[in-house]
């Protein structure tokens, strides 16, 4: 079950419930991929209501779950807690991004705009939109330029009302000319991109559950290239230790853009710091967010499967409803 766009979200699900279905009545081992729970974006609470009990099922009839670490409240959430799962991290490529050394970063020119650069597919998502008045009060002591990358275009089209609000006010600063958008780029133009700039734009969206839990895949890309990140607080980085505002990342208020867009400015101003933090950012990658390692924890798990029953047997479907009736009621009177 896959990140999907909100608009099509139920015929999505359905699908998917009936391909588990196929493949359990022919007795196959199903392994759930869990990446992101449409109900946390969904902001019908009538499409929550339909969905629920979809998701129930294709969780309960599946076999194995995959989950980020980050997304285990989802067995909780599914009454999964008994099933075999298995936890991994998102880790960075570091040998993709260069060799991360601030060293071969060309010398600002005297004078220069200050770049600023956001990678990613999912602009509205990331709360691009909050970083526009902090942009703005820098504009007003400084000459500042902001790139986008991605591989999609942020039109909004086919998003959920929010969505798709913050997608077009995106939009609308591209449309302006405050904000350029070149769309998906060749791999080494993007490591170009990313050892030009002063400044990564990396995640803004503190409000939604996804946002406030996960450590992002695009912060741990930018700080493997020895980018200064831009971020917001979120539980998820105040539960590792590892990351640390003015050491190897930036962090800042969208609901103070002043204060934000000064503490940018004096940073801008010390190339010193600014190189530290940088350093460390790409450190940090190297020594806590290894893809050989977390590979290794993962192929580590055992996991027993005991269920194998022969096509079209009646338990698997008979089980799952009667958890399904057992808890449907609760869950659904508790979604928000």
Known sequence: MVNYSCAGTIRYMIATLLGVLLARMEGKIVY?????DEIDLLESRVKKVL??????????????LLLLKSRDHYRHRYCARSKPFYHFESCPEIELWGEGNDAERPPRESGAPLQFFYHGSLLWWHGLNRFFPILEEIRKKREARLTLVGSHTPSGMGMDPIGERY????WS???RGDAQHL????????INLMTTADFHVTHFDSRSVQGNTEVRTG????????MACLHVPT???NAHSLFRDGENIVLVDPDQPKASAEKILALADDPEQLSRIRQNARRTIEEHFSLDEMLARFRSQRIEIKESRPPGSPGVFSSAAAVCLRHLGRFLGGIK
Do not use: D, H, R
């Open 183 to 190: 769309g998906k780029v060749p791999e080494n133009e993007l």
């Open 235 to 237: 539980n998820a980085l």
């Open 167 to 170: 997608a077009k006010e995106i």
């Open 51 to 64: 969905l629920y009990p979809i998701n129930f099922a294709i969780v309960q009839l599946s076999t194995v």
């Open 219 to 226: 912060l741990l890309e930018a700080m493997a290239a020895g």
């Open 32 to 36: 759930l991929y869990f990446s992101v």
């Open 173 to 175: 600063w591209i449309e």
